[in-house]
């Protein structure tokens, strides 16, 4: 069961994360400039939810089965982590930022829509589980 667990997690990851990348290049070559940040991060959102939406129901519908309820969400979870860990070193690597500036440069409404779409994104596969 850890690997269906494992596998299902690096799954709805990577669909997510490349997304997210694909997104992010845009909000930030494109839309910042003309709209603002908070226009630019607040616009992806909805995006990015349906993406979370339509990642968790492929990956949960598709292979083995989890016969727990505490596996899908082991499945948001470690999710979760892999792309915390690849934001908060990869990209503020590649920003040349500590977490700290990272945080106090976010805009509050965006960083709140940001803060909350996180905790979706970890429970999505629980949440579009039938059981």
């Known amino acids: 069961m850890k690997n269906i667990v494992l596998k299902k997690a690096l799954t709805y990851f990577a669909i997510v994360f490349t997304m997210g ?3 992010g290049t845009i909000r930030v070559l494109w839309l910042e400039p003309k ?3 908070r226009m630019a991060e607040l616009s992806e959102m909805p995006i ?5 939406i339509i990642a968790a129901n492929f990956i949960m519908k598709r292979g083995e089965q989890l016969t727990k309820r505490i596996h899908e969400l082991a ?4 999710a979760l982590v892999l792309l915390l860990a690849i934001e908060f070193s990869v990209v503020l690597w590649l920003q040349n930022i500590s977490i ?3 945080l106090d ?3 509050s409404m965006a960083f709140t829509a940001y803060t909350i779409s996180l905790l979706l994104f970890m429970f999505m596969p629980y949440l579009v ?3």
Not at 48 to 52: D, E, G, Q, Y
Not at 75 to 78: C, F, K, L, P, S
């Open 21 to 23: 990348f694909v997104l």
């Open 35 to 37: 709209l603002g940040t």
């Open 48 to 52: 990015m939810l349906v993406t979370m």
């Open 75 to 78: 499945v948001g979870a470690i």
């Open 100 to 102: 700290g500036q990272y």
């Open 105 to 107: 440069s976010r805009d």
């Open 129 to 131: 589980s039938k059981k």
